[in-house]
């Protein structure tokens, strides 16, 4: 159980080299001497950083890849989550204090690092490879143990502000913006300088004292934190969604637009889409000039207000046995803000005697006494605002337990019960039935009157400037709801000794064979109930049905744990130690999995320490994967190649996808690039296996210089996920084999997306696998100065050398390292990232840090020449010869060098004030217009690059 190096460089007064006990094993082992790289985050370190979400501070380690967090928000869950390896972060387990945390949501079952506060964090250690022989199901990627603060004597307040404040720096999207705003100021305004925005603050008190003489602790903390929204149109760079052109960027957006879109289905003008100018005359639809911008109304940063309480108590009954119990509070409210809602294609039938059409837009489409026309309409709620999404996480964990020693052997009895309690509001949505009543309008003695009699009905105007009524508004728009918990139950026993004293030891060395055994049992639950226009998919523009979910399982593990020092203190061997590990679970669905470990040290001097770990590991499929309802949702595709006048693939090609004949050449694309696919879970799936190997070197040359190198290789077989919609399509389109064609129906009009019955099937299911390697190197080095106090280097970098996916078994891979990309690649994936920080603790009671971090370019996957990933089915020679069909400024992500700066100043040991900048020259991100959803925001990936500007941070503590 131990750190691979410490993560920054110690400061005065502070041993280089400190003897922790940390992650990795239930057998203590000193610092540096474990046989698993882990990566140790200080109290120091997190001050020094000036994040206080803990998703921004592991998101700045280069192990760790983008996730859910604050700037989520087209895809939020409402919670952080941490992303190890790339592998996803529901393979990345999370303990606190060496205890499994709870799922984070009925929607997410990863842990939720909002329930995990930052100020009472004592150090955070990250293992890398499979420890699931030590911990149990989801070690995959490895493991991120949170050890807070207890044993505190004392009260100690902390406070703490920070804000961004961020010059608009131009370039080609303010100029863009520009551009636009001088015909549609409404849509198109470029910011000025905000001077100080999204601030965040918080305030904490911690207090402790010991009790019983002695024997007993109590350590209190409670937590206050506050961030504001940040919009999208609070930065020049995002204040217009840009998607690509032949030659650059162009404000793009949506189809679904301000004034609405109208598209014939029947009549003279069949297949045709028009718009309603400010006349209520239809004029022929200009991509160009009318799509919708949906970018400014996002939030970039979603605003939250959480509180937290923490307690952990410890008696000792007497030298041989502790009571401690551990708990924890955390109540967490976000909001997240998409572009406004309305009618996403709803058909309607327009009737000449319809009030509110203009005799020019009946001429138009035809519409005559006896000939009514049917349409197909998109129209924002620019009137009701954007769409939100309210979330209410409300955690609570409870910890009681009993260790102590009896003879040799020391033992940990235990019990744990979590509990997660979560709402979902949706705000500003329209109802899709009641849409489709109140376009079906009639004359009825010379007034508007919805064709269905339906008393409440209200006529939706949609043709005429200023036609929208609060009473249309009152009608049509309704609320969402979702409600739900997790429930986690473990209760668990170690025991282990050092069998030195029983002899149990080989005479080549000097310690004796180290033990450890447990037993633990472990229940989780989910439910998720929604309401009735949620499980109808009644919200329109809200990704379709959603039902509730339920289930739960148990699972009994047995484990052990082995230490075996085979030669010590002899030539060429100072130290030469074996270890292993093994694991069996016992799961109530049916399931039953081993896991082993096995490890080895060799230090053949002092200053030099090789190791290396062997493990196989497995991921059992979670709730939500086995138990989801099946219902339509949607994903995201550039284009359908059977859409448009002209499609990209030919009419053999498309038959095979249910296109007619008749349909080939008329079916529409979809304005948004999003498409149904039937999503849900499978209550059949197999645990995922995984083999991790790692392999690495220590040098301590002297106490104050400590270096790293350690290989890390983890591949995941039967990978729990669903096959991308847009690869079955593609598959199909390809080969025209019925395994990829069954999946696929198309709506009555040949789309994708423009009816609920079109869907192409993309449930959970067991693929193919996933496979990473690569480098991780570590430097720490601390120089005493004399009178001019300590100096320290601490770096820490990964080099990413294979990330590898097998979406379907035996259709080949694609390897993701130094790309990113809308859908497979998703967010940047770099080859190299860095951070190098100095610092200078000073005899004068300050002490300053300095901090480079380095994030490498990335290209766009269509660059690649895989063609899994570069699409080169879909274009013409010419296409790809000019750059795989790609837009020149999305080709590359540039690298970013972010310079940050930390100032400490403690005032008689007690008092302490910090002030910081991060992102020091406000570098803005690289933008693209290939975006993740989720994961991509504001024109760019906010997760991996500082998206927001230069930010600026103070803290105040007081110890008494």
């Not at 005493?784 to 990413?800: C, D, I, K, P, V």
Request: charged content about 20%; proline content about 5%; glycine content about 12%.
């Amino acid at each position: 159980m131990q750190a691979a190096h410490a993560q920054q460089a110690p400061g005065a007064g502070e041993a280089p080299m400190v003897k922790v006990e940390v992650t990795g094993s239930r057998i203590p082992t000193a610092n540096l001497e474990g046989t698993s790289p882990v990566t140790t985050i200080t109290a120091k370190d997190i001050k020094t950083d000036g994040v206080r979400n803990v998703e921004s501070l592991l998101n700045n380690m280069p192990q760790v890849f983008a996730d859910q967090g604050g700037n989520v928000v087209n895809g939020s869950t409402g919670t952080a989550t941490v992303n190890l390896r790339g592998l996803g972060a529901e393979r990345t387990l999370v303990l606190v204090n060496g205890k499994r945390l709870p799922m984070g949501s009925p929607t997410n079952t990863a842990a939720d690092l909002n329930q995990i506060p930052a100020p009472l964090i004592k150090r955070v250690e990250v293992l890398t490879g499979g420890a699931g022989a030590v911990y149990g199901s989801d070690a995959v990627a490895g493991v991120v143990n949170f050890i807070m603060q207890k044993d505190f004597q004392g009260v100690q307040v902390e406070a703490n502000i920070s804000g961004f404040n961020h010059q608009q720096n131009g370039g080609a999207v303010a100029d863009l913006v520009a551009t636009r705003g001088a015909s549609n100021p409404s849509q198109f305004a470029v910011p000025g300088d905000k001077g100080w925005d999204g601030k965040s603050r918080d305030a904490s008190i911690l207090m402790g004292s010991n009790f019983a003489d002695n024997k007993g602790n109590a350590t209190l903390f409670f937590s206050y934190k506050k961030e504001d929204e940040l919009l999208q149109a609070d930065r020049d760079f995002s204040a217009c969604t840009v998607s690509s052109t032949a030659t650059g960027f162009a404000c793009g957006g949506s189809g679904t637009n301000a004034t609405g879109r109208i598209q014939a289905l029947d009549g003279p003008q069949k297949g045709k889409v028009y718009t309603v100018d400010g006349s209520g005359n239809a004029r022929v639809f200009n991509n160009a000039l009318d799509q919708y911008n949906f970018g400014p109304l996002n939030h970039y940063q979603r605003p939250s207000e959480r509180y937290g309480f923490n307690a952990n108590i410890h008696y000792d009954i007497n030298e041989k046995m502790r009571l401690y119990s551990d708990f924890s509070f955390h109540d967490d409210r976000t909001v997240a803000q998409i572009a406004p809602g309305g009618i996403f294609g709803n058909s309607a039938t327009l009737r000449y005697d319809n009030p509110f059409l203009s005799q020019q837009l009946k001429d138009t489409l035809g519409i005559t006494p006896t000939t009514p026309v049917e349409v197909v309409v998109n129209r924002r709620n620019v009137e009701g605002g954007g769409r939100q999404s309210e979330y209410r996480n409300t955690s609570f964990r409870e910890l009681f337990g009993i260790q102590g020693e009896l003879g040799i052997w020391s033992y940990d009895v235990y019990a744990q019960s979590a509990k997660v309690i979560y709402s979902q509001s949706e705000e500003n949505y329209f109802s899709s039935q009641r849409i489709d009543k109140a376009l079906d309008v009639i004359n009825v003695n010379g007034k508007a009157a919805c064709a269905s009699g339906d008393a409440g009905c209200v006529p939706y105007n949609v043709y005429q400037t200023g036609g929208v009524t609060p009473e249309m508004l009152a009608y049509l728009q309704i609320p969402g709801m979702r409600k739900g918990s997790t429930e986690q139950q473990f209760q668990g026993a170690t025991i282990g000794a050092d069998l030195s004293e029983y002899g149990w030891k080989l005479p080549t060395a000097k310690s004796g064979i180290g033990v450890s055994f447990g037993f633990e049992h472990r229940r989780e639950k989910l439910e998720l109930t929604t309401d009735a226009a949620t499980q109808a998919g009644d919200l329109s523009g809200s990704g379709g049905p959603t039902g509730g979910v339920s289930g739960q399982y148990s699972v009994k593990d047995f484990f052990g744990e082995t230490k075996v020092p085979l030669i010590e203190d002899m030539p060429f061997a100072k130290q030469l130690q074996l270890e292993g590990s093994y694991r069996h679970s016992d799961y109530s669905t049916g399931n039953k999995t081993n896991t082993f470990g096995l490890g080895l040290v060799w230090s053949p001097i002092d200053q030099v320490r090789f190791r290396g770990t062997y493990q196989k590991a497995v991921r059992a499929p979670n709730l939500i994967e086995l138990f989801t309802p099946r219902g339509n949702a949607l994903f995201d595709m550039d284009t359908d190649p059977c859409s448009g006048a002209d499609p990209k693939a030919k009419p053999e090609q498309c038959a095979f996808t249910g296109v007619t004949p008749a349909q080939y050449g008329t079916i529409s694309d979809s304005p948004a690039g999003q498409y149904n696919y039937l999503q849900g879970g499978t209550a059949t799936l197999k645990p995922e296996k995984a083999k991790s190997k790692t392999f690495g070197v220590v040098l301590t040359p002297t106490r104050d210089l400590s270096l790293t190198l350690d290989y890390f290789d983890i591949k995941v077989d039967d990978k729990i996920d669903k096959v991308d919609p847009a690869t079955t399509l593609a598959k199909c389109l390809a080969t025209g084999e019925a395994r990829f064609c069954s999946l696929i129906t198309r709506d009555r009009t040949g789309s994708l997306w423009l009816f609920d019955e079109a869907r192409i099937i993309g449930v959970q299911q067991n693929i193919g696998s996933q496979h990473t390697r690569g480098l991780d190197i570590g430097a720490n080095y601390a120089l005493r100065a004399g009178e001019w106090g300590r100096f320290g280097l601490a770096f820490n970098g990964t080099y990413l050398d294979k990330l590898t996916t097998e979406e379907i078994k035996g259709e080949g891979t694609y390897d993701c390292v130094g790309y990113y990309g809308a859908n497979k690649c998703e967010s940047p994936n770099p080859k190299w990232r860095h951070k190098l920080r100095g610092s200078w603790a000073t005899p004068w009671n300050v002490d300053l840090a300095l901090t480079w971090r380095h994030v490498n370019a990335v290209k766009l996957q269509n660059l690649s020449d895989n063609p899994l990933l570069n699409d080169r089915d879909s274009m013409t020679a010419e296409e790809f010869a000019d750059g795989h069909g790609t837009n020149p400024v999305d080709r590359e992500l540039g690298k970013r060098d972010y310079l940050d700066f930390a100032a400490t100043y403690t005032y008689k040991r007690n008092y302490t004030l910090m002030l910081g900048i991060n992102n020091v020259f406000d570098r803005d991100p690289p933008l693209t217009s290939q975006l993740a959803t989720g994961l991509g925001n504001g024109n760019t990936y906010p997760s991996t690059y500082d998206a927001l500007g230069r930010r600026i941070f103070m803290s105040v503590t007081a110890r008494f």
